[in-house]
């Protein structure tokens, strides 16, 4: 694609989605975001502050599109929250949220968006390093949220396969954002807050903080989103940056893994 694209562009203000948003921006493409942060005004974005839960806020941005006869090449599916918790003690509201932003908010992007998607265009969805991996303790519901994204994704891109539409998914490790940052401070939250699992919740923060590695930074993912979303023949799947602990543990079987977390976790 040589020429000037729209995108849109979901979680647009902060993390990930700025990172994309500013490079996208720096190529001379336009961009509409959608956040609930304000954003700062920049040349060729036109941001619409808004929840991807919001039904409504989302059908007045589709209209306002429709309006100026945009037409996008790219949606682009970034916004996202994480969570640590118990599932057996975390208030189901805030779980539900979890699956809420995560899951559902992408489908209802697409689903809004998709009449104003080019005949070419594509839908671009970053999951996460997790998605389609055997959950670890106490990041299930985050894990949950991304591997049924995952799956997701690939239901909609059998479908829009039959329209000549492309879906590709990016499946980043850590990034250095304040949702990486976050995800410590929740663990050491969960830790202090469980009243089953304070012991393996504080050896769980312990070995988070020694395998989680050097994040990679948001400028390094967003080139390769760019990419994903610019490419005549892109890969279906992009894998960028995964935790090898986590890939092998995953490769175990299901009692072996069960055995390996209760001896780090149990122990005193």
Known sequence: MDR????????????????????FLSKGDCVYGIDLKNADEKEGLTHFSASVTDESALLEIKQELSKRGITLDVVLNIAGIHKMASLVENDYSEMKKVIDVNLCGCMLVCKTFHSLLAKSGRVVIV??????????PFNGLY??????LDCYAQALRQELNLLGQKVVV????????????????A??????????????AKHFLAITKKFMGKPMSATTLAKLVYKASTKRHPKLIYNKHRNAG???????????????????????
């Open 127 to 136: 999951t996460s390093e997790v998605a389609g991996l055997d959950p670890m």
């Open 246 to 268: 986590l890939v092998l543990l995953g490769i175990l079987p299901k009692r072996t893994q069960c055995w390996i977390i209760k001896k780090l976790l149990n122990r005193k």
């Open 170 to 185: 990016i499946r980043p490790g850590a990034v250095q954002t304040p949702l990486c940052d976050g995800s410590l401070t």
């Open 143 to 148: 894990n949950v949220s991304k591997t049924a």
């Open 187 to 200: 663990t050491q939250t969960l830790s202090d807050t469980t009243t089953l699992y304070s012991r393996q």
């Open 4 to 23: 000037k694209l729209n995108v849109l562009i979901t979680g647009s203000s902060s993390g990930i989605g700025k990172a994309v948003c500013d490079y």
